[in-house]
């Protein structure tokens, strides 16, 4: 492994010029659990390893009347811990407990999962469709980019030279809206997504759906917003042949590889299944919410 | 639950449940394994490995890493001498010596992926990783040939230019054909000829790995004598030092191996890697050199277990009773001749009385790793193939699958189809306590989801188990202990069930048997710790070595009673006088009196044993299908075993629960991804699918004990017979629940669905389904 320096900044101001100034030779430090393991295996070489854990910003979990505030580097243990955070965001959490096992969630953050940005990632789909939002300080300033356009590849995000991700904020969710994250794995944990879905559905009094997100893990180079299949679901009761239907769609807008863990049409099937499968969820979430 | 066969005589530690001797140190992470070795002046070695899978070397040049600061040694393939064919038994496999060194470091071709090419020592880990970035190799890549099919085809390409394959006719050049064996008997054709049902399918299996979580490590240092010692991860100490003595061409008694504890071998750590490596590179640098592999190199290197190609053909008339079986197993080697696939043949009809019976073995080339021996090597494929055509046949024949395989079972007398006649067996009771189990006898349940299916399938499966060389030294102390010195690696809790075996025989508490596992200069030559043989054979020799310590300590009693010794016996644990009830001691009151009594005792017991007794392991799977993903959930599952005698229940419970569990994993996910490049794509614990706490059930247990007449307890081998028969059962299982037949592992979710919905998700159709034979009524 090449010899890197190992700098931890305090402030925000100082992690822009410290990416500012070594670029690509540089990468941010949270819980470690991906950076690291891809330093390991030669994935990529750097001069320095920026630990953001000393910056105030981005340890902070808050709870607004806007909605979240979630500092990139907040290790995942303490979103499904927090009671507020489980009862308002309930895809996220889906997403939290199941990263990893409970060594790794207590290291490894949410931001982290986004910046990432592994197409199997089990919290970007989540943060979709809660329509979460990046928030970037850079050297020019601080931007917004909503977390659906966040990534653009594998491995690949919207950062430019000497931004890093500072924080997620999701909104408050609207009256009777629900959201469920749910992926496919061989096995029963420890293991990575062969496809995953978050969908969240928004009722109006009368029951009907008024507002759908749904967005597919692993079925594409980055995570992919289902809009069609979503769609499908406005103005209708959120019964099984509507879910079953948009299953369908959704099973269209996948552009899936076929590798080790899984072929595309196997893929394909999946996200039809989860997307189901999730949208009921998060309909019954939907009901039982206020 | 236990089930002995006749009522037998009471032990007092025997068949009781104490804590592992070594169990403190290892609940407390001070046990010692290979790579927590520390010396002063310790180098890091690397190696550098071949990104090919078959490739001519055209350039090596190692000048650059040699200059690099921080280096102190480089090695390449010409630093071990070329060796003429030379067969060293390794225990459960026989290596060839002139192969064995080509596997450590590739001469002028590299034949797998991961081949060692060169390698460095250095001040650390990083600066010989970094030197080894500087090693130039040119390579020509050649022809890849990855599965038995290419390597057996006309005009293969050459894994091995020099291979003389063993064929039927006398010897073979340019081949991929290592060795092709037959065992025939009787008249396969008439006995087909009188079946009512024939069954005939083929097999395909993939490479599985052992998954110990320890990966291979080896640390070597140099005397100024000549001597060397080297402490490594090995499940025999004796083993790696006359390899390593045959490589580096020197005696065998200069060179002490030290067994560090070791993390789970399964077979896998009976093959050396890395130790004359570190031997070569201490030698070079003039300092201790310590070697530790990778997870990647693990996978890449080392030898898991074939897949292959199995064709199983089995008639039966039409009361039940087999009239014939044929078999055809083709089994991948790896790099290098030596696949199980002669243990395969062996086992394949183990469970069955046949008339007549036909059995071709063919050992393939390929360019994967060097396979090595995992759990019964070779029998778990074999079984896959033959229990589940049996079931099959059963199926057409209206009988229940158990009932069938009772009528047909191998009893004691009977012929194995490749000759052996078998001793006392416990084929039959163990079938027959399988009828009788709790969960052959419960219902299925209904699914969990309307979605989802259940299916329940058995499977039964034979290991031979293994004796060989084993030592032991008792020596007793003054307080009434007994240190005891053995040979053989612990990787299942032999220290205590090889301490027990002393104490029954001491009649003292199996605590005060204090066991400590030796180095090649501290105890006789013991063979590895494999084929299921260390309760069995080193606690053979604990018990000679007990008992000359009890005939020893009669002789001390007999002295301070001035009476003969013929007028002692010795019974639960306290001597006394045949004439006069007022002289009893205890074990412990003489030992008191050792140095009033001649001085120290001590006493060596040493067994070359055969007659291990073959073990059989029935098996009952229920699992649950989701239709929709494919995924199988195994719910419930009993493994039914033949274990002579418990000797520690506990850690044969443990065995069989974690022979099944293996056996699920091969089942169900585990398999080496392969492109057709023969680069593996999964060599990680993330992608390498093995099962974890929460993909198993409870696995229940029943201990049949039917004693094997050649150990004073009964023992009989029990670490691998219960890995042959899981992936066969869950098969059958998946054939109960879908209706389909699985012929291809793993059985993953995406071959399931592709099977469930009759297309081809996963590539090419994979699962045949059965010509309308009529489902069984069980439940």
Same mark, same amino acid.
């Given at each position: ?17 410290? +990416? ?34 000393? *910056? ?36 996220? *959490? ?70 890093? +991700? ?34 969240? *559905? ?31 679901? +406005? ?45 009921? *969820? ?9 | 639950?236990t089930?002995t066969e006749k009522?037998q005589q009471?032990y007092k530690v025997i068949g009781t449940?104490p804590?592992r001797h070594d169990?403190?140190? &290892? ?30 070397? =055209? ?27 030379k067969l060293v038994d390794m225990g459960e496999e026989i290596d ?10 590739? %001469? ?65 050049? !340019? ?8 065992y ?26 052992q ?13 100024? %004598? ?6 490594t991860s090995t499940q025999g100490a004796f083993n790696v030092r006359d390899a390593v003595a045959s490589?580096? =061409?020197?005696?065998e008694s200069?060179?002490?191996v030290i067994p560090?504890e070791i993390?789970g071998g399964f077979g896998g750590k009976i093959p050396i ?12 640098? /003039? ?16 030898g898991?277990t ?8 089995? /008639?039966?008339?039409?009361?039940? !009773? ?16 030596g696949?199980p696939v002669g243990a395969g043949a062996q086992c394949i009809?183990a469970p ?17 790793? &060097?396979?090595a021996a995992y759990r019964a090597p070779g029998a778990t494929?074999a ?27 191998s009893r004691e007398g009977d012929r194995r189809a490749d000759g052996p006649i078998f001793p006392r067996i416990g084929n039959v009771q163990v079938? @027959? ?28 499966g034979f290991w031979f188990n293994g004796g060989m060389k084993s030592s032991c030294n008792l020596a007793v ?5 007994v240190a005891m010195v053995e040979g053989s690696v612990d990787i299942g809790g032999t220290r205590a069930s090889i301490a027990m075996q002393a104490a029954e025989v001491l009649g003292i508490?199996a605590?005060?048997v204090h066991p400590t596992v030796g180095d090649t200069d501290t105890v006789g030559q013991t063979d590895v710790t494999g084929g299921s043989r260390t309760t069995f054979a080193t606690g053979y020799a604990a018990y000679l070595a007990a008992t000359n310590v009890v005939k020893q ?5 007999? =002295? ?10 010795f019974? %639960?644990?306290?001597?006394?006088? &045949? ?23 001590s006493a060596t017991g040493t067994v070359n044993m055969r007659g291990a007794g073959g073990a059989f392991s ?21 493994v039914?075993q033949d274990v002579g005698k418990a000797i520690h229940p506990a850690y044969v419970e443990g065995q069989m @629960?974690g022979g ?43 201990l049949v004990e039917v004693p094997n007449p050649n150990h004073p307890y009964g023992v009989r081998g029990v670490g691998e017979a219960p890995i042959v ?6 098969? !059958? ?23 469930? &919905? ?22």
């Amino acid at each position: 492994m090449h010899p890197f320096q190992y700098l931890a900044p305090t402030t925000v101001k100082e992690v822009v010029s410290t +990416l500012s100034r070594y670029g690509d030779r540089a990468r941010c430090l949270a819980g470690g659990t991906d950076v690291l393991v891809q330093l390991r295996g030669g994935r990529f070489e750097i001069d320095a390893l920026v630990d953001v854990k000393g *910056v105030p910003e981005l340890m902070e979990l808050r709870l607004g009347a806007d909605g979240l505030h979630l500092g990139a580097a907040v290790p995942c243990y303490r979103v499904y811990e927090s009671p507020r955070v489980a009862k308002a965001y309930p895809g996220i *959490v889906d997403s939290a407990s199941i990263i990893g096992g409970i060594q790794i969630q207590s290291r490894a953050s949410i931001g982290g999962n986004l910046c990432n940005a592994s197409p199997s990632a089990d919290s970007i789909c989540s943060l979709i469709v809660h329509d979460a939002v990046a928030r970037i300080a850079g050297p020019r300033g601080n931007r917004e980019v909503e977390v659906a356009g966040f990534c653009v590849g594998p491995g690949k995000n919207v950062l430019r030279k000497g931004e890093f +991700l500072v924080s997620i904020f999701v909104p408050k969710p609207a009256a009777r809206f629900g959201a469920a994250y749910k992926r496919f794995i061989p096995r029963n944990e420890m293991d990575i997504a062969v496809a995953g879905a978050g969908a969240s *559905v928004t009722l109006n009094a009368k029951g009907k759906i008024v507002a759908a997100r749904i967005a597919l893990a692993a079925v594409g180079p980055t995570p992919i917003v289902a809009s069609r299949a979503a769609a499908s679901l +406005l103005d209708r009761e959120p019964t099984p042949e509507a879910f079953a239907r948009a299953g369908d769609i959704a099973a269209l807008e996948t552009h899936p590889i076929d590798d080790m863990r899984g072929t595309a049409d196997y893929r394909v099937e999946l996200s039809r299944v989860l997307t189901r499968r999730t949208l009921a *969820v998060a309909a019954e979430r939907a009901k039982g919410a206020k | 639950m236990t089930i002995t066969e006749k009522p037998q005589q009471q032990y007092k530690v025997i068949g009781t449940r104490p804590i592992r001797h070594d169990g403190l140190e &290892k609940v407390t992470g001070r046990a010692v394994y290979g790579a927590d070795v520390k010396f002063p002046g310790l180098l890091w070695g690397a190696v550098l490995r071949s990104p090919h899978a078959h490739a001519r070397i =055209k350039k090596l040049d190692v000048s650059k890493a040699a200059k690099m600061p921080g280096v102190f040694a480089v090695m390449t393939g010409a630093d071990l001498v070329d060796l003429e064919s030379k067969l060293v038994d390794m225990g459960e496999e026989i290596d060839n010596l002139a192969y064995t060194t080509k596997k450590l470091m590739a %001469d002028d071709k590299v034949v797998y992926k991961g081949h060692p090419v060169a390698a460095v020592a250095a001040v650390d880990l990083n600066t010989a990783q970094e030197a080894l970035k500087l090693i130039a190799v040119a390579y020509e890549p050649l022809p890849v040939v990855l599965t038995v099919e290419e390597a057996m085809a006309p005009g293969a390409p050459l894994v091995l230019d020099d291979l003389v394959g063993e064929h039927l006719t006398g010897e073979a050049r !340019n081949t991929n054909i290592a060795k092709h064996t037959r065992y025939e008997f009787g008249d396969t054709a008439k006995g087909f000829a009188r079946a009512a049902v024939t069954v005939e399918r083929t097999f395909k299996l993939t490479m599985v790995h052992q998954g110990y979580i320890e990966p291979q490590n080896a640390t070597a240092q140099w005397n100024q %004598d000549g001597k060397l010692t080297v402490w490594t991860s090995t499940q025999g100490a004796f083993n790696v030092r006359d390899a390593v003595a045959s490589i580096l =061409k020197m005696p065998e008694s200069n060179i002490r191996v030290i067994p560090l504890e070791i993390g789970g071998g399964f077979g896998g750590k009976i093959p050396i890697y890395l130790e004359p490596v570190a031997a070569v590179l201490a030698r070079k640098a /003039g300092r201790p050199v310590k070697l530790v592999m990778d997870r990647k190199s693990v996978f890449e290197a080392t030898g898991p277990t074939p897949g292959g190609t199995i064709r199983v053909k089995v /008639g039966a008339d039409s009361a039940g !009773n087999i009239t014939a079986a044929e078999a055809d197993l083709r089994y991948e080697a790896g790099a290098y001749p030596g696949s199980p696939v002669g243990a395969g043949a062996q086992c394949i009809f183990a469970p069955y009385r046949l008339p007549n019976s036909r059995i071709d073995a063919y050992d393939v080339v390929v360019n994967k790793p &060097k396979t090595a021996a995992y759990r019964a090597p070779g029998a778990t494929q074999a079984a896959f193939a033959m229990e589940s055509v049996v079931d099959e046949v059963a199926e057409r024949l209206g009988i229940d699958p158990l009932e069938f395989r009772l009528r047909n079972a191998s009893r004691e007398g009977d012929r194995r189809a490749d000759g052996p006649i078998f001793p006392r067996i416990g084929n039959v009771q163990v079938l @027959q306590a399988a009828k009788r189990s709790a969960q052959w006898n419960a219902p299925l349940g209904a699914p969990s989801a309307p979605h989802k299916k259940r299916g329940r399938g058995v499977a039964n499966g034979f290991w031979f188990n293994g004796g060989m060389k084993s030592s032991c030294n008792l020596a007793v102390n003054k307080d009434g202990t007994v240190a005891m010195v053995e040979g053989s690696v612990d990787i299942g809790g032999t220290r205590a069930s090889i301490a027990m075996q002393a104490a029954e025989v001491l009649g003292i508490p199996a605590e005060d048997v204090h066991p400590t596992v030796g180095d090649t200069d501290t105890v006789g030559q013991t063979d590895v710790t494999g084929g299921s043989r260390t309760t069995f054979a080193t606690g053979y020799a604990a018990y000679l070595a007990a008992t000359n310590v009890v005939k020893q300590m009669m002789g001390r009693a007999a =002295k301070l009673w001035e009476i003969d010794e013929s007028g002692i016996e010795f019974k %639960d644990g306290t001597f006394f006088s &045949k004439s006069d009830p007022e002289l009893r001691l205890t074990f412990k009151q003489v030992a008191e009196k050792l140095d009033e009594t001649g001085g120290p005792l001590s006493a060596t017991g040493t067994v070359n044993m055969r007659g291990a007794g073959g073990a059989f392991s029935t098996q009952i799977a229920d699992v649950e299908v989701d239709t929709e993903t494919g995924k199988v959930d195994v719910l419930r599952w009993t493994v039914v075993q033949d274990v002579g005698k418990a000797i520690h229940p506990a850690y044969v419970e443990g065995q069989m @629960q974690g022979g099944a569990a293996q056996g699920i994993g091969w089942a169900l996910n585990e398999e080496y991804f392969w492109d057709d490049k023969g680069n593996m794509h999964n060599s990680s614990f993330l992608d390498y699918r093995m099962p974890t706490a929460l993909d198993l059930p409870k696995i229940e247990t029943v201990l049949v004990e039917v004693p094997n007449p050649n150990h004073p307890y009964g023992v009989r081998g029990v670490g691998e017979a219960p890995i042959v028969a899981p992936v066969a059962a869950i098969a !059958n299982a998946l054939r109960d629940a879908l209706g389909t037949r699985f012929t291809e592992t793993p059985m993953k979710p995406s071959r399931v669905l592709a099977a469930i &919905k009759g297309g081809t998700l996963d590539g090419a159709a994979t699962a045949a389904s059965s010509n309308g034979a009529s489902r069984r009524g069980r439940r």
